[in-house]
């Protein structure tokens, strides 16, 4: 632009630049009659409308793939919905040469999502009552800024490393076009991109890159999270547990899903959490995936061992999106929350007795440990970061709820506890009318008896009623899982058989101490 207008400059006749502009439009519907303007048509429409702004100048408006600057990496959703737009049009269009395609968005694995590479640009036009408007769009990408390290990050830091580049789509309008391109195209465009969004949408389930592998051998820094398409078949309709309790269940998530004006009315931000405690084999894992089929939302599952700072974990935060379900499973195994560190283990191990001999400096093992804190995690779930986007939904899951500090999960941050426990009567046979399709059967009534007198996990009342041959029916299953039931039973009477046993020994031991003395 600027060397056309030194170009022209001396020339100083808006009558002549009016001319070329009225010549232009004159050319560019031939050409695109002769069909030529797929192969000419991209590079003149640049120039002219260079030209054109010389005599009516353009106003452009930047679309950056991320928030927030050079350190916050909040995809932006405004970008992912133009490009939603844009890929719907370019990808049919002949004047758009150069497409960048991305994998496995869209109704199948197979397909491809295109959009415009860096460099092209594309028309579109408006119509709004009898003004019609012509916009372009233009895709370029630059390197991201130099964070000024500090511990690394998903972006910044990493000792010059080569770092992903950061999308941009500018679009140029008219300035006297400028009211209803803001007013009226922007927003239009929003919509319809989400309407595409919507219509390819393949939920994902995300999982954290371990935070020390930032800097790979191979200079690349990558994103927080990578993540596979999330298809796992469970549902509430499969899920077996009070059906009351489920019905309350999916009441919160709904009244949670369409709560965005009554989070905004009581100041709260919109984001919910819920903990899920319970043996292992009660569905918690289960729980989470019919939680996010009923809310149709994504799965953030973030590994909190790999987390090396609450830094990181506040980024992590920052890089999910809406519509998200965020679980930490096993809560009380991933993070120490007494403040015992893994590293100390590793130093102890080589300063015990008869231990190794402590490696010369610089071949101890590379600190990866987590150094995330519970008030790092207090953080994460109710700081001021937290509020964040809005709607996700944080699950943490334990099996030993005992164990986890009471802030943690105090109401208000962890709001929901739901206690997953051992199959009853009524969990059984929704199980058997699940796996088996029976309603009744003779066995019924025996394993109501013995259900009543052993523990045993939904997940193994599922794999016993699960046919393992084409011999097997609903008699040979049901009978497997009353043979389950009855060595459950079995094992439980010795176990307490030999408790007494130990208990007897114990008292007599006491009772010979007493004597002596
Ligand atoms: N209540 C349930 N209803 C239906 N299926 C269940 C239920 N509980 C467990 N299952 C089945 O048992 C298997 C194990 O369950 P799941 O992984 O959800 O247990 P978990 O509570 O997460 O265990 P852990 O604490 O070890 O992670 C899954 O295949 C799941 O479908
Ligand atoms: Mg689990």
Redesign the pocket.
Known sequence: MESSSALLGGLNSGVVLSLIAVLWTVVWQNLQRLQLYAVVGRHVSRHARRLTALVDPYVSVTIAEFDGGARMTRRSDAFDEVKSYLSSSCSRRHDVRHLRAEPAIGAGLDRLVLSMSDGEEIADQFTDGDVTVTVWWWAYSMPPPRSDGGGGGYWGGGGGAVQENRRFYRLFFLDRNRDIVIDRYLPRVRREGRAVMVANRQRKLYTNIATHSWSDSDGLVRSAWSHVVFEHP?TFD????DPARKKGIMNDLTMFKNGKDYYKRVGKAWKRGYLLY??????????IAAMANYLDYDIYDIELTSVHSNTDLRKLFIETTGKSIIVI??IDCSLDLTGARKKKKEEDEYSGDGGAPKPPPGMMKKDTSSKVTLSGLLNFIDGLWSACGGERIIVF?T?HVDKLDPALIRRGRMDKHIE?SYCCFE?FK??AK?YLDVDDHELFGVIGGLLSEVDI???DV?ENLTPKSMDDNADTCLAELVKALEKAKEDKAKGRNGQEEDEDEDEDDDKKVAEKK
């Open positions: 469970k499969t899920l077996a547990m319970g043996p292992p084999g009660t569905g918690k894992s289960a729980m499973e096993d899951t099996n997953m969990a929704f199980l699940t996990t939904p997940a599922a």
